[in-house]
């Protein structure tokens, strides 16, 4: 399925750098601007996690390790810097796109139509969350070659820019070379935490580390308009502190891991990778609306495998249909279209510019309509995953009967 995926680089390509010309010729790259001078306040040693209103917008964010990897760009001009930036996140997710197991290209294609749409708001932010997806990917492939050494580093390096990259670190546990994976992920963890000290020495990589620390601590009990998690969701019932919440998504993550034997073939591991990239938005209270591409990659490869009878070859041919289609539930045709226009609609159209802004601040943000259909799969996937795991060995073949 290589040829599908080389189709779509020349057009991406192109549709990268001219939204990003565009956001320059605007000025709206605020974003980029953060993660670039954040290389300049780490080797002064200013506070990497304060304001400079002078410079840009916000405050950073992410590891000092990330800081550090942003030395070359902060040596370009903005406009240069950011148009390769966001093409890098478009190549590291193509290639993480053809690092997986691809039955049709159907299937490949539909990715690409579900994320589009999201992919064009993480280009036009300059976000880190298109090269995340591609290297979460990656760790998938990885994984699934039984490489976790090659894993490890790159997760390791996800985790540099978004904490919760680590919840993927479950994935590695269910492997029977979790141990190698576990021992990898420490040992990159330690290396990619520590590199900044080459440079700013341990006293300033403390000081960092510690300010970035008490960031995170700060962000973590606030929920704020404009972003969408199922806290968010809950709190709109009853209010639940977001530590609660996030210890119960833990819990969840946690469970299959124990039964790391009941996922011996590729459809379960992948189910729950699928699973794993909509919690990874789900249970994160800072999840704004460009982080939805991880979520939305995560519906298209489930609903694209498990549930879109797309690729299938011949109705009445069981040769001509993939090992992810054989003796998994069919879901009726009508069904199929509408739960993907359902997730589209409120996932990606509704927050387009085809409807207003007084129909987005009075119904869409103070309802979180862009997190409920992500709930829905999420919790889908979830139903699928334990009720394998409360079967008896002899029937915990569920998710091959109706996955595989």
């Known amino acids: 399925m290589i040829e599908s995926v080389r189709r779509w680089i020349l057009p991406l390509a192109l549709l990268v750098v001219l939204l990003t010309l565009h956001?320059?010729?605007?000025?709206?790259?605020?974003?980029?601007?953060?993660?670039?001078?954040?290389?300049?306040?780490l080797l002064e040693g200013n506070d990497l996690y304060a304001l400079y209103p002078a410079e840009h917008g916000d405050y950073f964010k992410y590891a000092p390790t990330f800081?550090?990897?942003?030395?070359?760009?902060?040596?370009?001009?903005?406009?240069?810097?950011?148009?390769?930036?966001?093409?890098?996140?478009?190549m590291i997710f193509l290639m993480g796109v053809r690092s997986l197991q691809w039955q049709s290209s159907g299937k490949v294609h539909l990715l690409f139509w579900v994320?589009?749409?999201?992919l064009i708001g993480v280009v036009q932010n300059s976000q880190s969350n298109?090269?995340?997806?591609?290297?979460?990917?990656?760790?998938?492939?990885?994984?699934?070659?039984?490489?976790?050494?090659?894993?490890?580093l790159l997760l390791s390096l996800a985790a540099q820019m978004k904490v919760f990259a680590l919840?993927?670190?479950?994935?590695?546990?269910?492997?029977?070379?979790?141990?190698?994976?576990?021992?990898?992920?420490?040992?990159?963890?330690?290396?990619?935490t520590v590199m900044p000290a080459l440079l700013v020495g341990w006293s300033g990589l403390t000081y960092q580390l510690g300010q970035w620390i008490d960031l995170q601590g700060r962000d973590l009990g606030h929920l704020e308009l404009g972003f969408y998690?199922?806290?968010?969701?809950?709190?709109?019932?009853?209010?639940?502190?977001?530590?609660?919440?996030?210890?119960?998504?833990?819990?969840?993550?946690a469970l299959p891991t124990l039964f790391w034997n009941r996922f011996r073939n590729y459809s379960s591991r992948f189910l729950v990778f699928c699973s794993l990239l909509l919690w990874m938005v789900l249970f994160n209270h800072r999840a704004e609306s460009p982080t939805?591409?991880?979520?939305?990659?995560?519906?298209?490869?489930?609903?694209?495998?498990?549930?879109?009878?797309?690729?299938e070859g011949a109705k009445g041919d069981p040769n001509a249909r993939?090992?992810?289609?054989?003796?998994?539930?069919?879901?009726?045709?009508?069904?199929?279209?509408?739960?993907?226009?359902?997730?589209?609609?409120?996932?990606?159209?509704?927050?387009?510019?085809l409807t207003s802004s007084q129909f987005k601040e009075e119904i869409l943000k103070p309802y979180y309509v862009k997190a409920w259909p992500i709930l829905i799969t999420y919790l889908w996937i979830q139903t699928a995953i334990y009720r394998s795991l409360l079967r008896s060995d002899e029937d915990a073949s569920l998710l091959r009967n109706q996955y595989s």
């Not at 709190?235 to 969840?252: C, D, H, S, T, Y």
């Not at 591409?293 to 009878?309: D, E």
């Open 23 to 41: 956001q320059v010729s605007v000025d709206h790259i605020n974003n980029y601007r953060i993660f670039s001078r954040s290389s300049s306040h």
């Open 67 to 90: 800081a550090l990897l942003m030395v070359p760009f902060s040596l370009l001009p903005d406009a240069v810097g950011v148009v390769i930036w966001n093409l890098l996140g478009l």
């Open 115 to 118: 994320v589009l749409p999201e």
């Open 130 to 152: 298109l090269h995340l997806v591609g290297i979460f990917f990656l760790v998938f492939g990885n994984l699934e070659r039984e490489k976790p050494f090659q894993a490890a």
């Open 167 to 192: 919840a993927l670190g479950c994935l590695g546990l269910l492997y029977r070379s979790r141990w190698r994976f576990c021992g990898s992920m420490i040992l990159w963890s330690l290396l990619f």
């Open 229 to 253: 998690s199922i806290m968010h969701i809950i709190n709109l019932w009853v209010e639940v502190p977001n530590r609660i919440v996030q210890l119960m998504g833990a819990v969840m993550v």
């Open 292 to 311: 939805f591409i991880i979520a939305m990659s995560g519906f298209a490869l489930w609903y694209g495998f498990f549930i879109s009878s797309l690729g």
């Open 322 to 353: 993939s090992s992810f289609q054989r003796s998994r539930r069919v879901y009726p045709k009508y069904f199929q279209i509408i739960y993907l226009v359902f997730v589209l609609l409120c996932v990606s159209v509704l927050y387009s510019d």
